[in-house]
């Protein structure tokens, strides 16, 4: 199972929107409705931000949205704030005998 | 609230077995879902594998022949042993709460609600 697609880096200005793409394959991303997004400041863990493709748990802006169009997952940051500055990482359902695909990773600056 | 606290050795010599244990917190381990991930210096993240409260579990097919990984309610801990490690299974380890609905019976929500705070573990002699 090959990793998801993600652009290596996006950014923005505070206030503006940002937008990062995780492109899979109809065996993982196309196929289920559940992609995840995760937030990753540096030496820290990973803190869930979307899941089941545009839910929201509780406590995280909503700033923070998701959406899915065939293969491909997005996630969009809008008035970007400086701790939004992190790396995201998405995950799908990719079936049963290996469920879990992560992709590669979105740095993402606050200009 | 519930938290997870991964612990054991930080430096795993090559071939050696490299075994962790999680620990939960704040809440029960029953009813959920259990997962390592482990994360290489500067890479991404790398789903190992889950395991069921009650002791079912499944693995990445790519680290299946080398993971073992158990639950002890008792102790609400759950643990991960692979084995056979070499320089390329440096990485911090994770461990985190896989999300779950209950309907009468669990269903396992493929996303990861809960995290602990990682710890690395060097493949080194």
């Known amino acids: 199972q090959s990793a998801l697609t993600q652009p290596p880096s996006a950014s923005g200005s505070p206030g503006q929107s940002v937008t990062i793409s995780c492109t899979g394959t109809s065996s993982d991303v196309g196929g289920y409705n559940y992609v995840s997004w995760y937030q990753q400041h540096p030496g820290k863990a990973p803190k869930l931000m979307i899941y089941?493709?545009?839910k929201r748990p509780s406590g995280v802006p909503d700033r923070f949205s998701g959406s899915k169009s065939g293969n491909t997952a997005s996630l969009t940051v809008s008035g970007l704030q400086a701790e939004d500055e992190a790396d995201y990482y998405c995950?799908?359902?990719?079936?049963?005998?290996?469920?879990?695909?992560f992709g590669t990773g979105t740095k993402v600056t606050v200009l | 609230q519930v938290q997870l606290q991964e612990s054991g050795p930080g430096l795993v010599k090559p071939s050696e077995t490299l075994s962790l244990t999680c620990t939960v917190s704040?809440?029960?381990?029953?009813?959920?879902?259990w997962s390592w991930i482990r994360q290489p210096p500067g890479k991404g993240l790398e789903w190992i594998g889950y395991i069921y409260y009650s002791g079912s579990t499944n693995y990445n097919p790519s680290l299946k022949s080398r993971v073992t990984i158990s639950v002890d309610t008792s102790k609400n801990q759950f643990s991960l042993k692979l084995s056979s490690v070499t320089a390329a299974d440096t990485a911090v380890y994770y461990c985190?709460?896989?999300?779950?609905?209950?309907?009468?019976?669990?269903?396992?929500?493929?996303?990861?609600?809960?995290w602990g705070r990682g710890t690395l573990v060097t493949v080194s002699s």
């Open positions: 995950s799908s359902y990719a079936g049963s005998n290996n469920p879990y695909v």
């Open positions: 985190a709460r896989d999300g779950i609905t209950i309907f009468g019976v669990v269903i396992i929500d493929w996303y990861f609600d809960l």
């Open positions: 089941e493709v545009s």
């Open positions: 704040g809440g029960s381990i029953s009813s959920y879902y």
